[in-house]
């Protein structure tokens, strides 16, 4: 007999919450996590903290800047050791919370690093360098992600640093150099940015934000330039030099030409790859594309009998929702029960301000498809909430087809975009038109109304535009 029905490696957002939902289906379930901690990358170095000290630096520049025109008067002062205290203490907080729901689910929690010996076997490296062998029916391989690297750039998390180290700084950089304009870049670069670090980004494309919808994407750089982060694009990064300052050299990659500048900081954000070191895939014969993927099919079964992977090591945008909806689906797959992840309806965020939620396609791939469409916007400029807060830029954009109206896709850049996206989620999850969300009453004065006007312009026209 085995030892477990499922063993989980890994306990981040995919990995526990695949373990919590075996648990309460009648699996005895244990998670292999040797971070020290649970919650993955998202919780300790990833999601959580940044969005900590993105809320921070907000309030604080908010404090130098619009609280004098409510008649607020406050001079404050920056206590970064403090800040980064409020920081971890988050942190410690939500992963000490998962540590509870595991005793309340009867979740096994065996600390250390685990490694497929073969179906139905996972060795653990504890912290004590002793092994221990499990044997489970199923196996869920949810390991998530980590940095990607850059040839020339070496980094030592604390003057050239990946996310994690960027999380970390115990002062603000004069200079900060950020490689990479993609959704990591851009939040951290903007934290720092507000603390009073001058900011540089370089990106290796011609535009900021990859697979954005293109009309958000500039309207987007537009906004951060303004605040004051600088951009060079089209460039590619050749290496970092260490002296008394650090020294990034580019080249162009429409001329040829070569650039660098000077930071005491340079921040590495080219983007994650799947972390599957140490774990034995091919010692298993557990297939990996060449980019270091897990193969799954549809339910997120490998090619070996009882092994699973969901998350960031399998195909799909390294997402912590994203990878919690599978956990949830290959946990109830394995215990019987039909299930499924409606990848056509997974948001993605950037938590800068604004901030810029989208859901569904992209003018852009719509127009690829050749598929007739119509657009509903509404400004923020013209929300009498969103005045009131000194939050109008951005709008929402909703894309809905010609024929049905029925809504396809919806890019949102402004205030509270994040929560705002999510009425279109259930929308577009029960096949909703554009005409639905028009024709639902919104409380005034709210942001959500926004929503609603851009829904309304994809009709007859928004009422306050």
């Known amino acids: ?9 890994g306990g981040g957002p995919g990995g526990y919450v695949c373990a919590i939902r075996a648990a309460q289906l009648g699996m005895k379930v244990a998670c292999v996590e040797g971070r020290g901690a649970l919650g993955g990358t998202c919780l300790n170095v990833g999601c959580i903290p940044s969005k900590a000290l993105l809320h921070a630096s907000h309030l604080y520049e908010e404090a130098n800047g619009h609280f004098g025109q409510m008649g607020i008067v406050a001079e404050p002062t920056l206590d970064m050791v403090k800040m980064q205290t409020y920081r971890s203490d988050q942190v410690k907080q939500l992963t000490g919370g998962i540590a509870f729901l595991f005793k309340k ?16 076997k996972v060795s653990v490296k504890t912290p004590v360098d002793s092994d221990k062998t499990l044997t489970a029916k199923n196996i869920v391989i949810a390991t998530g992600s980590e940095p990607a690297s850059l040839p020339g750039v070496d980094v030592d998390e604390e003057r050239v640093v990946t996310s994690t180290g960027g999380l970390t700084l115990k002062a603000v950089p004069r200079k900060m150099v950020v490689i990479g304009a993609g959704v990591i870049g851009l939040e951290l670069g903007s934290v720092w940015r507000r603390l009073g670090a001058e900011v540089q980004v370089i990106e290796y494309l011609d535009q ?4 954005m919808d293109i009309e958000v994407c500039k ?6 330039s303004k605040q004051g982060i600088e951009f060079t694009l089209g460039a590619a990064v050749q290496s970092v030099e260490k002296g008394p300052r650090l020294t990034v050299s580019y080249k162009n990659r429409k ?11 340079v921040l590495l954000a080219t983007g994650r790859k799947p972390y599957t070191s140490g774990l034995g895939l091919t010692e298993a014969g557990v297939k990996v594309t060449d980019r270091g993927m897990v193969e799954t099919d549809a339910n997120w079964r490998t090619n070996v009998e009882g092994i699973y992977a969901i998350g960031d090591v399998i195909t799909g945008p390294m997402l912590a929702h994203k990878a919690e909806d599978e956990g949830v689906a ?14 056509n309806v997974v948001p993605s965020v950037i938590y800068t301000d604004p901030e810029v939620a989208s859901v569904g396609l992209t003018e852009e791939e719509l127009l690829d498809q050749g598929r007739a469409y119509k657009v509903g916007k509404f400004p923020f400029m013209a929300n009498g909430r969103a005045k009131a807060h000194f939050a109008t830029d951005g709008f929402a954009k909703v894309l809905a087809d010609k024929d049905t109206d029925r809504i396809l896709g919806v890019h949102v850049i402004g205030p509270s975009a994040g929560e705002l996206i999510h009425e279109y989620c259930v929308a577009m999850e029960f096949g909703a038109a554009s005409e639905d969300v028009a024709r639902t009453c919104h409380a005034h004065p709210t942001l959500s109304e926004v929503m609603r006007e851009a829904s309304m312009a994809c009709g007859d026209g928004a009422i306050h535009a």
Do not use: C
């Open 219 to 224: 309207q987007f750089q537009k906004i951060l």
């Open 330 to 343: 290959v946990a109830e797959t394995i215990a019987g029960q039909h299930s499924h992840v409606n990848y």
């Open 255 to 265: 001329d040829d030409s070569e650039g660098s500048v000077d930071a005491d900081v």
């Open 1 to 9: 007999m085995s030892d477990y029905d499922l063993v989980v490696i």
């Open 208 to 211: 900021i934000t990859p697979g």
């Open 105 to 120: 689910n009867k979740v096994d929690w065996i600390e250390g690093w685990g490694r497929i010996d073969g179906p139905g």
